[in-house]
């Protein structure tokens, strides 16, 4: 009975002794790369051709140059006082009877929108209104606000002719960038409302410097108002439904440019301030997700703003060459962000959380 094993054994001590043998009878080369010969013209191999090895590149003195950033693109933003106003949409806070599911509705909810006077912040807020949802805009700019929510109640009204319950539209001012002035807006807003149910931080914006030249004053208040903004709206909200012990959304505005590096103005740091925005969301939510709080994300890509078609208007190039990159073949307009929002928000994705949806043309995915 024990041959079978006396052989077995044997068998092993032979393969390894064969094994052995192979391993050091054999020594493998050292990698390298030939070095170019003269019958390696680049000039003449359109494989090497396709690489700076050939004179001046496959595209001359275009090679690589959209996938660069250019330190000479610097985009004029105009003071604040003469930032174009964003119109209220048009036709999308109307009854209707098409059939959907009820989960989408906000209805009994107040939400909070951040930078809520112009720009997305002001059509998100319209779409969550339309939704059913009772909104407190937060703004630098305590009079644009002002004229915002009255804007949104009156559209409201003209598109439900006969309809006696308007939504409680209010506009408040706050610094998100200074815990004080955070904590007493959020004070007033529940004075007015009684409760937060929603939150969308959408109050930051951006500058085109390139690194070694961006004054780092204009940096820190850039990372202030995009990222401890975003903290500090989120921080104080999440208390409020913690001591409610009420489940809630939570709406990180973010942007593709936390993602991939946008070309050809130079951005560094608000690209680094929005993958901050984007992963704080992810943090948040496993941190809260025991308190049926629900963080995501959303990142827009190119969106036609007021501010936005201003700019490009005046710079039709990069406008083309924006465009060029998007697969799509065109930029969003804020209305793409209303059912991105809302989705986000309502009850349709209770099993949502730590998402980051990309809402950019399909630009992030090239």
Not at 130 to 143: E, P, Q, V
């Amino acid at each position: 009975m024990f041959k079978p094993i006396a052989r077995t054994a044997t068998r092993a001590l032979t393969l390894r002794s064969v094994a052995a043998t192979r391993t050091t009878s054999f020594v493998r080369p050292l990698s390298h790369t030939a070095a170019l010969s003269k019958k390696d013209d680049p000039t003449k191999d359109p494989l090497l051709a396709a690489t700076n090895k050939a004179p001046e590149g496959a595209s001359g003195e275009h090679e690589g140059q959209f996938a660069r950033t250019d330190q000479s693109v610097h985009i004029e933003y105009p003071p604040d006082h003469e930032m174009p106003a964003q119109p209220v949409a048009q036709g999308r806070g109307g009854m209707h009877f098409k059939r959907t599911l009820a989960q989408f509705s906000l209805e009994k909810k107040v939400s909070i929108v951040t930078g809520g006077a112009r720009g997305l912040g002001l059509v998100m807020g319209q779409g969550l209104v339309a939704s059913g949802s009772d909104l407190a805009i937060i703004d630098l700019n305590k009079d644009e606000a002002d004229t915002a929510a009255a804007s949104l109640v009156e559209q409201f009204r003209k598109e439900n002719p006969g309809l006696e319950d308007m939504p409680n539209v209010t506009a408040h001012y706050a610094d998100v960038a200074n815990p004080d002035s955070v904590n007493n807006a959020l004070a007033e807003v529940l004075s007015k409302h009684g409760q937060i149910d929603n939150l969308v931080t959408s109050a930051g914006f951006t500058e085109n410097f390139d690194a070694i030249n961006y004054p780092f004053e204009r940096m820190q208040k850039l990372w202030g108002v995009n990222v401890d903004g975003t903290y500090l709206f989120a921080t104080g909200v999440a208390k409020h439904l913690m001591e409610r012990k009420a489940s809630g959304s939570i709406v990180m505005i973010g942007s593709m440019s936390g993602a991939i590096v946008n070309v050809p103005q130079p951005q560094a740091p608000y690209n680094a301030a929005k993958a901050a925005v984007r992963h704080l969301a992810a943090s948040l939510a496993v941190e809260w997700a025991g308190h049926d709080i629900r963080v995501n994300c959303i990142s827009p890509g190119y969106m036609l703003t007021a501010l936005t078609r201003k700019i490009l208007d005046e710079n039709p190039q990069l406008r083309d060459h924006w465009t060029s990159l998007i697969p799509a073949g065109k930029m969003g307009t804020p209305e793409d962000l209303m059912g991105a929002v809302t989705f986000l928000l309502s009850d349709a994705s209770k099993y949502i959380t730590g998402a980051d949806l990309r809402v950019d043309g399909g630009y992030t995915v090239t």
